[in-house]
């Protein structure tokens, strides 16, 4: 077993959420950056690194990752414009 391997073995199997995040593919790292950018602590670092070295396209990385993030970000704005 390569190293690189039981990296990913490791990250797969001791974190439930990440690999399920991964699970899902495109629509995975959307959500994770979407919930990295709103309110829960969630590492992005994780997420796009572990989703490059499972095969996503960088592009899809890139695209979904975007797209997750800003609209996370509007709802942490919205929380703190709209919630007082």
Not at 9 to 30: C, E, R, T
Not at 49 to 68: C, K
């Amino acid at each position: 077993m390569s190293l690189k391997t039981y990296e990913l073995s490791y990250i797969m199997h001791d974190n439930q959420f990440i690999s399920q995040i991964l699970q899902w593919g495109d629509l995975g790292v959307f959500v994770g950056m979407f919930l990295e950018s709103s309110i829960v602590p969630v590492p992005s670092e994780v997420v796009i690194l572990t989703a490059g070295s499972i095969g996503i396209p960088l592009v899809s990385i890139v695209i979904f990752g975007s797209i997750g993030a800003t609209l996370g970000s509007f709802v942490g704005y919205s929380i703190g414009r709209f919630a007082a």
